[in-house]
């Protein structure tokens, strides 16, 4: 009977230690890390580091040990969220950097080792002009005339691959949008029916790709204007 309660004790001992990795397959055809890295940053805040990893299963990988390196140094170890399925964490780094991201997992046998580039925008898209063909500028007080070409115009951030979204929107939905890479658009006759509207310029600093099919990391910081608030006659 005691040899028994041994065997049993020593099987119940076995799984657990198996299924304390969850979703991990320990087999030669399950040797490959495949890991997507994310790098965001909000204006003046901390910048956010997820690293998301599978193995050749498409299985999560939850028992690595994921770490950042910014270029002075610093270190950061990831903590895996169950939630997200992803390794995550933040520091303040300084706004141009290139971190360093460290994979290492025994079970598998892979290190993985990437460089990613974020730059965190350290300014706000600031609108200098905001007129309609006639000459009513909103910065001016001024009512704007719907059968009239509207331009918006900005101070650039400072930055190299920055994207703007100039978003214009009522009290219920987004009514017009449109992304440039100038400091500028213009936007059509007609566009806006008479009403209250409100305008926001987001300024996006990107590299990689969002969909990671070219690039397996995805670095973008994010800012937006102050809303201003605008009347079309």
């Known amino acids: 009977m005691l040899n028994v309660k041994k065997i049993l004790y020593s099987m119940l001992v076995s799984l657990i230690l198996l299924s ?33 990893l599978e193995n050749e299963s498409g299985q999560s990988v939850n028992c690595a040990v994921v770490s950042v390196k910014s270029s002075s140094g610093v270190s950061l170890i990831l903590e ?14 300084i706004d141009n950097d290139n971190y360093e991201i460290k994979v290492k997992s025994n079970i598998i046998g892979d290190t993985y080792k990437i460089i990613v580039p974020h730059f965190r925008l350290d300014s706000k898209p600031v609108v200098t002009n905001f007129s309609d063909s006639e000459g009513n500028n909103v910065l001016s007080g001024k009512s704007l005339i719907n059968t009239n070409e509207i331009q918006i115009s900005w101070d650039s951030v400072k930055a190299d691959n920055v994207v703007y979204q100039v978003i214009i929107r009522n009290s219920l939905s987004a009514k017009w949008l449109a992304s440039v890479k100038s400091n500028y658009v213009i936007i059509p006759v007609n566009s806006l029916e008479p009403g209250t509207y409100y305008l926001t310029i987001n300024a996006q600093n990107i590299y990689g790709d969002v969909l990671f099919e070219t690039y397996n990391y995805y670095s973008v910081s994010n800012c937006s204007s102050a809303s201003i608030s605008f009347c079309i006659e």
């Open 80 to 93: 895996f969220d169950n939630n997200i399925q992803c390794y995550k964490g933040s520091m303040n780094g």
């Open 20 to 52: 304390s990795c969850k979703n991990i397959q320990n087999s030669e055809n399950d040797s490959h890390l495949n890991a997507r890295v994310k790098i965001t940053s909000e204006y003046n805040k901390n910048i956010e580091f997820n690293v998301y």
